[in-house]
């Protein structure tokens, strides 16, 4: 790339949200070119299991983008030959309960829930044994979510850029944000040229902050890293995402250390997949057998018969997670020109059709299909960046299941 | 892989005895029974260190030193090997020293994965020591842990093979598996066998199924190994190196063994099974010459593109990899750079028998001294040094010339199976790098599923980067070979064991110390 080119809108990142971006900012007539510097899905894309969940969300701005964001997978999944390329399966989740308390109190969570549009139907003990045969024994029940799907994420990220028809540049760094007298964006600077755009979207995951940074903003995005167990291919024997309500006590000590809670998933490919793992780690990648222990004790609980099925390799990601556990969705009144899709933590591939749609809506001067006042880029005010405040918010929120719901734990590790 | 004589450091009989130990001697964990592992084992528990030597074949000696099973009863297996009299001297010293108690052998455990613990007894290198977990037994189902105060990685390699199309037809295996199944099993395994690829080993194997009667139709080697006479030609030690490759080219000749250099098989033909492969020549380049293709009827083909080595378990310790050679990055001593960790032989860099017996031998000596707290004086271990500078020279020289031809990948046809255990073809890959922005072997992988199956892309890897036009790096994989989640859940729990010497048998399994 010596010429310098010119496009409508330079998505910044080949990830889910970059891929969804681009499809949606392309659909609306928009001339879109996505940069990378690694290839497609390098980052926690490559790295997630690819969930589309409602079912661990609250009532809130997060359901309705889940929401919003669930149909429009829907409407995807339905295209030709676009549904079975990324592996769409519509499974449902199912959130246990191995005590009535546990139960009684997923029950008022789900209520909560329908009150919002997510499906949600009681299980008793009896009918889970139907639902996942092999679910271990004595399990007081739970609730099934028939609105919860799964994609590839991979496949997912790169089928979309493909069927948007961008311009897809990887193994290409951006290294600055360029701007006009005025203030406003006028593009990229690549190592390898520049880009000239009116618009930037930064969708970068966990790297949005350094994207932010070179626009001359600031946006706090951090690494949460998450460790993925996958097995040797199996016959489909766990059918549904099945995931226990139980751990929420132990999350209330907010420990900056590891929090696991077992997540269990088959896959179209055979794997079951086991999560999930939180610790701010930072960009760590090194193995760690005691979270994966963790994770191997926690989904054989759950199925009793995954105690002799082999591990074949686990797989580690950082969540891009930002300090109120919302993402980061739409122009940043600071730089004209400039918007975000970054910071979804553990949601990034459920949340990234609604995301990509509300981005391309602002991009096309349209009123976007959701409020996005709750995800205000420059809602972080800098004395949130202060480490003993921050920690003072998690200890209020992962303390306070009736503030955000019971599933705080989970909200991290929905990929 | 050579014929190096060794020097005093590779006699296990020079050590003396067990030297005297005061208390509970160190532990030493080694991990891997080959050439490496068995001369690690020997200097350290020689200078009171106890050792406990783990490695997942049923009788040591690892691919190099492979023994026929007794119940054969091959009357000269020596006929297949060189360096049979260092053979001798490290089975009996290490019968000796398992004998006195001052080495445990545990054959027949695959090691999944070593971890380093945190916290135990000050004083030693690492403080908190390590846990080697391995499965043991026929369903590599029976979890064992084994304490050790410090670790020798002599995991060795394993081969890497390129494909070509036709290369899953039955009878055509691996120039590794050939060698394997001479020295092991002592099976023929045709009639008339093709040998190629590139590397120094095809000529053992070559020479090998000549002698076990099998007709060799031809040795194709894709290098021109002139160019390595030449290069060696400045070295130091290579006079052997060039006798010994004089050797196999008198044996060749003898058994009237067709030799193509800067050549290559493009195809494999058979229906059910191999009947045929075409080769042809290569130009300069590394391109197939059009029109220099031929066919040559055969019912076995022996082919092998060199050796990888085996990091996994360098890796999920934090071991520092040289992303180019990928092999293990060790120092004078063979420390790697976690401490308490030490490497030799091939997963420090692929270098052959005689090199993996010094580094094994320095590791050793090195790892004795510092787990009892001494600074050890390199002076001792002088020869085994020069013996492995001079090696390392000469196989970096063989490296610059045995190199699959440039272009190997353009042979392949898009229906050509690249991954095995998934079935993913070459056609796949490459409309994940040309068309869904796969830019390196990861991606490739999460959109192909190639490299996803049994063998976690250990065959599949370097053609996957080729293919891809991308650097060969390390995949990390964490676990070294599948473990049940059942033992994974478990792994570690028990405490520490009570008698130094004994298995325990517990919830974890038995604990080795």
């Known amino acids: ?415 | 892989m050579s014929t190096e004589p060794v020097g005093p450091y590779g006699q296990a009989g020079a050590y003396g005895q067990a030297g005297p130990r005061g208390g509970t001697p160190p532990r030493l964990a080694v991990v891997g029974a080959g050439p490496a592992g068995l001369a690690a084992a020997l200097a350290a528990t020689a200078r009171g260190v106890h050792v406990t030597l783990v490695d997942s074949a049923q009788a040591p000696g690892g691919q190099f030193y492979r023994q026929p099973a007794a119940a054969l009863g091959a009357r000269r297996p020596q006929a297949l090997h060189h360096q049979w009299r260092t053979w001798r001297r490290l089975r009996d010293g290490l019968a000796r020293h398992i004998a006195a108690g001052g080495v445990t052998l545990l054959p027949q455990h695959h090691v999944w994965c070593v971890e380093r613990r945190s916290e135990g007894p000050a004083g030693r290198p690492h403080a908190g020591g390590f846990t080697v977990h391995a499965l043991l037994g026929p369903g590599q189902e029976e979890p064992v842990e084994v304490r050790a105060d410090g670790v020798v990685l002599a995991t060795g390699g394993y081969e890497k093979v390129l494909p070509f199309p036709g290369w899953t037809l039955p009878g055509v295996i691996t120039a590794g598996g050939a060698q394997a199944m001479l020295k092991g099993g002592l099976v023929v395994s045709g009639r008339t066998a093709v040998v190629a690829g590139t590397g120094p080993l095809l000529l053992p194997v070559a020479t090998g199924l000549a002698a076990a009667g099998v007709r060799v139709a031809a040795l194709v080697e894709s290098a021109a190994p002139r160019a390595l006479a030449r290069r060696v030609g400045t070295l130091a030690g290579r006079a052997d190196k060039l006798a010994e490759g004089a050797g196999y080219a008198l044996e060749l000749l003898r058994r009237r063994v067709r030799t193509l250099v800067r050549h290559t098989v493009v195809e494999a033909h058979g229906t059910d099974r191999l009947e045929a492969v075409t080769v042809a020549a290569l130009d300069t380049a590394g391109r197939v010459r059009p029109g220099s293709e031929r066919r040559i009827p055969c019912d076995t083909l022996a082919v092998g593109h060199g050796m990888v080595p085996h990091t996994d378990l360098a890796e999920s310790l934090g071991c520092r990899v040289d992303a180019h050679g990928m092999s293990v990055a060790v120092d004078d001593e063979q420390r790697t750079d976690v401490p308490g960790v030490w490497a030799a032989g091939e997963v420090t860099g692929i270098g052959g028998a005689a090199l993996s017996l010094a580094e094994g031998h320095v590791a050793g000596r090195s790892a004795a001294a510092r787990l009892r707290g001494r600074e050890p004086d390199p002076r001792e271990w002088e020869a085994a040094a020069a013996s492995r500078t001079r090696l390392r020279e000469f196989f970096a020289a063989l490296d610059t010339v045995y190199v699959p031809p440039a272009h190997w990948a353009e042979q392949l046809t898009d229906d050509t199976v690249v991954c095995r255990c998934e079935e993913v073809t070459a056609g796949a890959v490459r409309e994940a790098v040309g068309e869904l922005g796969a830019g390196d072997v990861r991606t490739v992988k999460l959109l192909t599923r190639a490299g996803m199956g049994w063998c976690q892309g250990r065959m599949c890897g370097p053609a996957v980067a080729g293919l891809a036009g991308c650097a060969e790096t390390t995949a990390r994989r964490p676990f070294a070979c599948p473990v049940p989640l059942g033992v994974l859940a478990r792994a570690g729990e028990r405490g520490e064991p009570g008698p130094p010497t004994g298995e325990t048998q517990g919830r974890g399994g038995p604990t080795v110390e």
Not at chain 1, 155 to 179: E, K, M
Not at chain 1, 275 to 295: C, K, N, W
Not at chain 1, 368 to 397: H, M, Q
């Open chain 1, 1 to 415: 790339m010596t010429e310098r080119l010119t496009c409508d809108v330079v998505v910044v990142g080949a990830g889910m949200v970059g891929a969804a971006c681009a499809l949606y900012a392309a659909r609306a007539g928009l001339g879109v070119t996505v940069v990378d510097r690694g290839p497609v899905a390098g980052g926690t894309t490559g790295a997630g299991e690819g969930n589309l969940l409602v079912s661990d969300k609250e009532p809130g701005p997060e359901l309705r983008l889940a929401l919003l964001s669930n149909r429009l997978w829907t409407d995807l999944a339905a295209e030709p030959g676009l549904g079975t390329a990324f592996e769409y399966d519509p499974k449902g989740g199912l959130v246990v309960a191995s005590a009535p308390e546990g139960l009684a109190a997923l029950e008022a969570f789900a209520a909560g829930q329908r009150t919002a549009g997510v499906a949600a139907e009681t299980v008793t003990a009896g009918q889970l044994r139907e639902l996942e045969p092999e679910s271990a024994p004595g399990l007081a029940g739970g609730v099934y979510y028939p609105q919860d799907a799964q994609v590839m994420p991979t496949l997912a990220a790169a089928h979309l850029v493909r069927a948007s028809r961008a311009r897809l540049l990887t193994g290409c760094t951006v290294t600055g944000v360029l701007r006009s007298r005025d203030g406003a964006v006028r593009g990229v600077r690549t190592d390898r040229g520049e880009i000239h755009a009116p618009a930037v979207v930064n969708a970068a995951g966990t790297w949005g902050g350094e994207v932010a940074a070179l626009a001359g903003v600031h946006l706090p995005v951090l690494p949460r890293r998450g460790f993925v167990l996958v097995t040797e291919p199996l016959p489909p024997l766990v059918r549904h995402k099945v995931y226990a309500a139980d751990y929420v006590a132990d999350v209330a000590s907010d420990s900056a250390a590891l929090q696991t809670s077992p997540v269990v998933e088959g896959t179209a490919a055979g794997p079951v997949l086991i999560g999930a793992s939180r610790e701010r780690v930072g960009f760590d990648r090194s193995f760690s057998l005691p979270v994966v222990r963790a994770l191997a004790a926690g989904a054989t609980r759950l199925f009793p018969f995954l105690e002799r099925v082999r591990a074949m390799r686990t797989y580690v990601g950082f969540r891009p997670y930002m300090p109120d556990h919302l993402p980061a969705i739409g122009p940043d009144p600071r730089v004209p020109g400039l918007l975000h899709a970054c910071g979804h933590e553990g949601a990034g591939i459920g949340l990234a059709t609604g995301t990509g749609q509300l981005i391309a809506q602002v991009l096309g001067g349209r009123t976007p299909d959701l409020d996005l006042t709750p995800f205000r880029p420059d809602r972080f005010a800098p004395r949130d960046e202060e480490p003993g405040l921050r920690g003072r918010r998690f200890a209020a929120r992962d303390g306070n299941p009736g503030r955000r719901g019971r599933f705080v734990a989970h909200e991290e590790e929905a990929e």
